[in-house]
């Protein structure tokens, strides 16, 4: 039933941070922006032709604060990195924030860390090799 994943959407809260951030820092491909009536779609293009949705509302929304444990929510997105100490150096300087530094993960055969992007999104980089 089920083809492919279309795409992951975010709602944004900063766009300079959030540009910065996936299109610098991660260096996404940025592809279209399509005007909508009081919201407009930021896309960015990502491995394998998913796409990541930012919605940037025209009018003033309150934020949400939910625990990263709190049962039933969508956790993280989780990109895998060949270097992840320079994501760890670089991530604070793009508007992203460390909640777990690198760390090898033994069960997993891995270097793990958590992050947030500059919208408050959790990230999660991985590195399967040193």
């Not at 996936?22 to 996404?28: D, I, V």
């Not at 530094?101 to 793990?112: A, M, N, Q, S």
Request: with cysteine; net charge negative.
């Amino acid at each position: 039933m089920i083809k492919s994943i279309n795409h992951f959407s975010v709602n944004v809260k900063n766009k300079a941070l959030t540009l910065k951030f996936y299109g610098e820092f991660l260096k996404l491909e940025r592809l279209q922006d399509i005007e909508m009536e009081d919201h407009r779609l930021i896309y960015f293009l990502l491995p394998g032709g998913i796409k990541l949705e930012f919605i940037e509302y025209y009018f003033s929304t309150g934020e949400i604060v939910t625990p990263f444990t709190a049962k039933g929510m969508f956790r993280h997105l989780a990109f895998e990195v060949s270097d992840i100490k320079q994501v760890a150096k670089d991530i604070e300087f793009y508007g992203g924030l460390i909640m777990q530094p690198p760390k090898w993960v033994e069960r997993l055969g891995l270097i793990g860390m958590l992050a947030t992007d500059p919208n408050g999104c959790e990230l999660e980089f991985v590195q399967l090799s040193n």
